[in-house]
């Protein structure tokens, strides 16, 4: 048996997300049935973790396992990307690995980054690449907020009702929060997420940037381990899966 390591990219927006759902298309479920048509096995392919549907990838990763060596992976790499780059999904690389490497296991850290337009006038080139958001935002107060996420906490208030992760447990190592004119990016780096819990803390940023809730409400908010009292989440349009990192 052997094992490769794919580095995806793709747009979000008409995909039910990563994983394969009963309904719709998902980007696992497209590139896995390429992959079984291109090496005639039936392949399964296992990310390093789900997105939402309509949320984007800079470099997912995932594996998969085959009975016959890939010879020649230039070509097999630009064969799989001709069935698949129309529907705005990019394979960028693939590796032979080892079969103790698991895309989602072996993952060290993980690297979330939300983009908002903070201006009056909606994207057009960058249409559902980021959140517009009119309202004018104190960056200063969201970075103050955002300190307070760091470390290892109960994320309880940020987590779906449909999030089935044993422990709300999580360590954010680092928010990163860069504004440029009318474009505000934030960074997160976790070894893993709950599920909606970036969407859910920006959402709650924006709220506190807005002046919508001060610094102690934000701060009770997420002590409470609510998910009644949490703002409303950021929509996956602006919310991109930057990088796995082993």
Known sequence: MHRYQLLIEYVGTNFVGWQIQSKG?????????????????????????????????????????CKKKILNLDKFLK???????NKEVSILTIKKRS????ARYSAKQRIYKYIIFNRLSRPSIEKRRGWHIIKNLDISL???????????KDFSTFRSSSCNAKS???????????????????????????QQQVRSMVGCLKYLAEKKWDLKK?????????????????????????????
Do not use: W
Request: some cysteine; proline content about 3%.
């Open 142 to 152: 969201m970075k103050k907020g955002a300190k307070k996420l760091l470390g290892t």
């Open 25 to 65: 298309i998902s980007v696992q479920k497209l590139i896995q049935v390429k992959l079984s048509k291109l090496l005639n096995e039936k392949i399964s392919l296992v990310g390093s973790g789900r997105t939402d549907s309509g949320v984007h990838a800079i470099e997912q990763s995932a594996h998969f396992d």
């Open 168 to 194: 709300p447990i999580r360590t954010m190592k680092s928010i990163n929060i860069k504004s440029n004119k009318d474009r505000v990016e934030i960074q997160f780096k976790s070894q893993s997420f709950l």
């Open 79 to 85: 064969s799989i990307n001709h069935f698949v780059n």
């Open 218 to 246: 934000f701060d009770l908010v997420f002590k409470s381990k609510k998910r009644t009292l949490c703002a409303p989440p950021a929509p996956a349009e602006g919310l991109f899966l930057e990088k796995v990192m082993y």
């Open 99 to 102: 079969l103790n490497f698991h």
